[in-house]
């Protein structure tokens, strides 16, 4: 894509030898003008930094920005136009914790609020793939990484390492340390604009990673976050630690999804409970939490994110359609309640 400057950019990082390329455009969130003047490339060269990715060390250049934007405050960061953060976590994989946040942001955008996605999942970045914008390029303007739009109105922008993979086979073979370094960059170096809420995809469990994620977004204080487990008691057990380690590091609970609960029926509406039932609403009573609702098992869903179509207004009719919306309301009221 040409930017202002007559010069095309595309940020690509080969995982096997931290080899930069510029050319090449994509449907990136530079496109609108939405607040954030794109620089030509001679004006980066100058004074960027690549970091390696096979030694984490900075060498050269490439799309990886100055290290001196994390030392920015919330007020002068690329954060300061987002209102609430979002967290989605899940004490193990498997559960549906990117489709959980693809469909919040879905929701959240119907309602009419502009939403971005940061995908700190580094090891498996799905999300790209959810909206169909895998092979989209990301760009870069004076403020930083520009995001990429998933929608027509422009109104969900994502950003996820899935974008700067050279091949999208790649495996991200790194140690905590650099996985850490990146995710901190993610934070201070995505020109977001002006957002109503930023969903945060995490990657399972809990590690150095999301302590790094966490205390990454402390300053921006974040809203919450969500809480994602299937019926069954080995998953549950799993979202146990999990409210632990939102305690110790003193991050709001939202509350707790309980996904794949059950299967409707298309034809006569009636419920099978594949799995347990639950088990998700009796952890948030244990715990003291709000329960967000169950969603169950929809092949519609399972359709749309392998298409890359939009769940939430293709098939309001659909039996996982209701409780997706309950969730985002909820959402919604406890980011119009007064910070405590």
């Known amino acids: 894509m040409a930017l202002r400057g007559g010069v095309k950019l595309r940020a690509r990082v080969a995982i096997g030898g931290g080899a930069c390329q510029s050319g090449g455009g994509g449907a990136s969130a530079a496109e609108d003008g939405s607040g954030r003047r794109c620089a030509a490339a001679a ?11 096979e030694t984490g060390t900075a060498t050269g250049t490439g799309p990886w920005l100055p290290a001196y934007r994390s030392l920015a405050g919330p007020e002068q960061s690329n954060l300061s136009g987002v209102r609430h953060v979002v967290l989605v976590l899940s004490g193990k994989g498997g559960v549906g914790k ?8 879905l929701a959240l955008r119907q309602a009419g609020k502009k939403v971005g996605i940061l995908d700190v999942d580094l090891c498996g970045p799905s ?5 169909r914008v895998q092979d989209s390029d990301v760009h870069q303007c004076d403020s930083g990484w520009v995001p990429v739009f998933v929608d027509q109105e422009k109104s969900i922008s994502l950003m996820s390492i899935g974008f700067l993979l050279e091949k999208p ?5 790194w140690r905590g340390p650099k996985k850490n370094a990146l995710i901190k960059q993610f934070v201070a170096d995505v020109a977001w604009g002006d957002l109503d809420f930023l969903i945060v995809d995490t990657p399972p469990g809990t590690s150095d990673e999301h302590i790094s994620t966490v205390e990454a977004l402390r300053p921006y204080k ?3 976050a969500i809480l994602v487990t299937t019926p069954q008691e080995v998953a549950v057990g799993d979202v146990r630690r999990e409210l632990t380690f939102c305690k110790k590091t003193g991050l709001r609970v939202l509350g707790i999804v309980e996904n794949m609960s059950g299967f409707v029926c298309p034809h006569c509406s009636e419920c099978t409970n594949v799995f347990s039932k639950g088990g998700g609403e009796e952890l948030a009573k244990y715990a003291g939490v709000p329960f967000l609702g169950s969603v169950p098992l929809d092949p519609q869903l399972s359709q749309s994110l392998e298409e890359g ?8 009719k659909s039996s996982a359609f209701p409780a997706l919306v309950h969730i985002a309301q909820q959402v919604l009221d406890s980011a119009s309640q007064p910070s405590s």
Do not use: N
Not at 43 to 53: D, E, L, N, P
């Open 169 to 173: 086979d790649d495996a991200v073979v």
């Open 127 to 131: 999300i790209p793939r959810m909206f």
């Open 98 to 105: 990117s489709t959980v946040a693809t469909q919040l942001a």
């Open 222 to 224: 974040p809203l919450g």
């Open 43 to 53: 004006a980066w060269r100058g004074r960027r930094r690549a970091v390696s990715a």
């Open 309 to 316: 179509r939009d769940f939430i207004r293709e098939f309001p």
